[in-house]
């Protein structure tokens, strides 16, 4: 079935980008997402982009996708204390029933 | 303000009991989805409703009931036949394919309920 995998810690130095990655296995994929989890919080969608974009910038957040590879990455620039969180790699695609397909989460570190 | 409410916060489960965790949502949305939340687990979908008065089970639907009377609620009943219901639970909502919104399904999630086993 449909996968969508991302490595489960990242420490990162204040001040200095976050690169967080992801790979899905949906070749039909419409459109994928990244979420922000806080802790004991709900998910808050911070981005999405369409399968046929290659790049999407909002401020600090830099989406990248490679349709080919199928691989997702979001950049954080000038990290913060305040990024600190989980952050959920998930994509959709027709045919799905409304269901998206979420990865397991990468815990974002900041190191002072 | 539009939004999607879970209730309650946190939840205490005695042994043999059901409980059952309310989510309301105000933003007219046909799709909602309950999901279970593990440490290191992700994000596993119990439950979820394309439109009211129709649900689907999602990976771990055992030990779980839902209804969906309502557009606004989705509750979800942790049965006693669950076995191991501590976790986050988490339910979302999304316009749905039904509602015209194609491949593109944002899903908006509420603030969770922490279910624990007196």
């Known amino acids: 079935g449909e996968d969508v995998e991302q490595s489960l810690f990242l420490s990162v130095r204040e001040g200095d980008s976050s690169v967080i990655n992801c790979t899905y296995t949906?070749?039909?994929?419409?459109?994928l997402y990244w979420y922000k989890q806080e802790p004991g919080a709900g998910l808050q969608l911070l981005t999405y982009?369409?399968?046929?974009?290659d790049m999407k910038q909002d401020q600090r957040l830099t989406v990248l996708l490679n349709k080919k590879d199928k691989h997702l990455s979001l950049r954080i620039a000038d990290t913060q204390t305040g990024d600190s969180a989980i952050y959920f790699c998930?994509?959709?695609?027709?045919?799905?029933?409304?269901?998206?397909?979420f990865g397991k989460g990468t815990r974002l570190h900041i190191l002072p | 303000d539009g939004g999607i409410t879970q209730s309650p916060k946190y939840l205490f489960r005695k042994e043999g009991q059901n409980v059952t965790l309310s989510c309301e949502q105000n933003?007219?949305?046909?799709?909602m989805y309950w999901y279970r939340q593990d440490p290191g687990q992700g994000l596993r979908l119990i439950y979820y409703?394309?439109?009211?008065?129709?649900?689907q089970k999602g990976d771990i639907a055992e030990g779980y009931s839902v209804s969906r009377e309502k557009k606004e609620s989705f509750p979800l009943t942790v049965t006693s036949a669950q076995k191991n219901p501590t976790a986050f639970y988490l339910c979302?909502?999304?316009?749905?394919?039904?509602?015209?919104?194609?491949?593109?399904?944002?899903?908006?999630f509420g603030a969770g309920t922490r279910l624990s086993v007196l």
């Open positions: 979302a909502s999304s316009i749905g394919t039904s509602g015209g919104a194609g491949a593109k399904n944002i899903q908006y």
């Open positions: 949906d070749s039909s994929s419409t459109y």
């Open positions: 982009i369409f399968s046929n974009m």
């Open positions: 998930a994509e959709s695609s027709w045919g799905r029933d409304d269901k998206i397909i």
């Open positions: 933003l007219n949305h046909d799709a």
């Open positions: 409703s394309q439109i009211v008065n129709d649900f």
